[in-house]
């Protein structure tokens, strides 16, 4: 279905952005939305800005390349997952998708807004909305659904940038290496639907931490603050795999994602004061 030669992927349109002059090598595929009405309005938008894309993928699954595939593009900005403790774009290639996130419900119609009565575009149906918690903590909230075309178009072009670069060996959300400051692409993108193309998620490099509790149990919190819920306990000794530590007010802190097993999924937030580097 699509092909990528000198970094570049076929069919797609190109739309040329911001981008580093030196090769970098890809870990990871780092997924986003636009947050946006239209994905020409988007694109206008990251023309007049410093961000940018590798790709942009529209509602109807049809891509737009801004930046080649082994050249740094920014879109992750303050960011960090497992030994990379900033700077993911150095290490990335970001996916961003057509979507507006959270909508907000006047009626039986669901509006954009960047701020509270500043309504962006057209609004959407109940149809085209999903309502739902951020694993990262918030309120519920409505979510604008990602059709099933674009969700296919997205995994297609992951599949061939995998193949292409094998040293990928993850694929993440921006909610989950800049937790606290974003929440896309959020919990209405299927991202357990991509981790079959990356089997083993990157485990081989574990980025594991030992409890460091005697005598006691530590805690897993649905947020990262002890003012959040408990999610789970864990014992002295135990053995968990740090993900990203998550960001207050664009400062990072201490508390830190976890997963408690190998497939990668976030468990939780533990506080790294109680955690040893293994
Ligand atoms: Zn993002």
Redesign the pocket.
């Known amino acids: 279905m699509f092909t990528i030669t000198n970094h570049l992927l076929t069919p797609a349109r190109q739309f040329p952005l911001r981008h580093g002059s030196q090769a970098v090598t890809p870990r990871y595929i780092v997924l986003?939305?636009d947050a946006g009405a239209t994905l020409a309005g988007s694109l206008n938008h990251l023309r007049n800005s410093n961000l940018s894309y590798h790709m942009l993928i529209d509602r109807d699954g049809s891509s737009t390349q801004c930046v080649p595939f082994n050249r740094k593009a920014w879109?992750?900005g303050r960011s960090n997952y497992r030994d990379i403790s900033e700077d993911v774009n150095a290490h990335a290639i970001g996916i961003?998708m057509a979507n507006r996130g959270a909508v907000n419900k006047y009626g039986d119609r669901y509006w954009l807004e960047y701020e509270v009565g500043q309504r962006i575009g057209d609004p959407l149906t109940a149809d085209q909305v999903v309502r739902g918690y951020h694993p990262n903590g918030g309120s519920e909230r409505y979510w604008e659904r990602f059709p099933n075309t674009q969700v296919a178009a997205c995994r297609e072009i992951c599949r061939s940038l995998i193949e292409i670069y094998p040293t990928i060996v993850d694929v993440v959300g921006?909610d989950e290496i800049a937790i606290g400051r974003?929440v896309?692409p959020g919990p209405a993108f299927p991202m357990a639907s991509l981790y079959d193309l990356v089997p083993d998620r990157g485990w081989k490099e574990r980025h594991l931490y030992r409890v460091n509790t005697p005598g006691e149990t530590l805690n897993v919190r649905r947020g990262p603050g002890s003012d959040t819920d408990i999610n789970g306990v864990l014992q002295h000794g135990q053995l968990v795999y740090g993900r990203s530590f998550a960001y207050q007010n664009g400062t990072a802190t201490k508390w830190l994602s976890i997963s408690l097993d190998e497939r990668h999924v976030q468990n939780g937030f533990v506080h790294a004061d109680h955690l040893e580097k293994v």
Do not use: E, F, G
Request: proline share 0%; no cysteine; glycine share 0%.
């Open positions: 986003h939305y879109h992750a961003s921006h974003k896309d």
